[in-house]
């Protein structure tokens, strides 16, 4: 999977990768999506750009807008994924409104598309509480496809931690993964994740390194993963965030893409020499 700078490693390939553990990096939770509509413009080589030159080699990559809706998020999404598959996995952003049309085109995209790996649900975009009876059928339908859903986790209703603990705790078979509280809920959302064992929590949008340990040393190293958020995020103070918290060698590999490879099924080859 590393490659040198210029190159491009095969992520999601179903053959084998040979990576070295020591220098992987995987972020779990980055952004690409352009809309003349809401004055969006983050294509995807302004995402590829970040991630050279903070050295990660694969971004899981939802865009800004909601499907089905007027704006082309899904259509660009898989655009996107099509140009560039051996550096981004999708993960669609799915609008649970429209019921069974939102859980059909749910089973369409990952079914047809081997690089759409998961679901983004934001709350605060869609307005449906993640516990609702339409956001608990999309993330129970995930779970039947064996793919994580992505709810957005901050300061804000319906997107706080009680909120999302709900959702978890109706939809145990499904791997859910959300930010670490924002700015204000670090703790909040730690407690809800001691309750829940299917809540993984990413290290982007909170500011705290000290909140990221508190996170590993509660719900155990397997269940938190790297993430910038970028573009809106920096990768590079993202990552800081993890290393300057000195890990031990196999927890920092976990945090940085053990744990979200794993979740995501990719076939990946360890090279330790």
């Given at each position: 999977m590393r490659t040198q700078r210029g190159e491009e490693p095969d992520g999601c390939s179903e053959t084998q990768q040979r990576v070295n553990s020591t220098a992987m990096v995987i972020d779990a939770h980055a952004h690409a999506d352009e809309n003349d509509i809401w004055g969006w413009y983050d294509p995807p080589q302004k995402l590829i750009a970040l991630m050279d030159e903070?050295?990660?080699?694969?971004?899981?990559?939802?865009?800004?807008?909601?499907?089905?809706?007027?704006?082309?998020?899904?259509?660009?999404?898989?655009r996107y994924l099509e140009a560039y598959p051996k550096r981004?996995?999708?993960?669609?952003?799915?609008?649970?409104?429209?019921?069974?049309?939102?859980?059909?085109?749910l089973q369409r995209v990952i079914r047809e598309n081997p690089l759409m790996r998961g679901l983004k649900l934001h709350p605060i975009s869609n307005l449906v509480k993640p516990y609702a009876e339409r956001c608990v059928q999309l993330i129970r339908t995930a779970g039947q496809l064996g793919v994580p859903v992505f709810?957005?986790?901050?300061?804000?209703?319906?997107a706080l931690p009680l909120q999302i603990g709900k959702a978890a705790?109706?939809?145990?078979?499904t791997t859910i993964i959300c930010h670490l509280g924002g700015y204000f809920h670090a703790e909040?959302?730690?407690?809800?994740?001691?309750?829940?064992?299917?809540?993984?929590?990413?290290?982007?949008?909170?500011?705290?390194?000290?909140?990221?340990?508190?996170?590993?040393?509660a719900?155990?190293?397997?269940?938190?993963?790297?993430?910038?958020?970028?573009?809106?995020?920096?990768?590079i103070s993202e990552l800081e965030k993890i290393r300057m918290l000195e890990l031990p060698r196999e927890t920092e590999q976990q945090v940085l893409w053990r744990n979200i490879a794993r979740m995501l099924q990719l076939r990946i080859t360890v090279d330790e020499t």
């Open positions: 903070a050295g990660i080699d694969l971004s899981v990559v939802t865009s800004y807008s909601d499907e089905p809706g007027p704006s082309p998020g899904l259509q660009n999404l898989e981004l996995i999708g993960f669609a952003r799915i609008d649970p409104k429209f019921g069974q049309s939102s859980v059909e085109l709810i957005h986790c901050g300061d804000a209703v319906p705790a109706l939809c145990p078979d909040e959302i730690i407690r809800v994740a001691e309750r829940c064992s299917n809540l993984v929590l990413d290290t982007s949008s909170c500011p705290y390194p000290q909140s990221i340990r508190r996170a590993i040393e719900l155990g190293s397997e269940r938190v993963v790297f993430a910038s958020d970028s573009p809106a995020g920096d990768p």
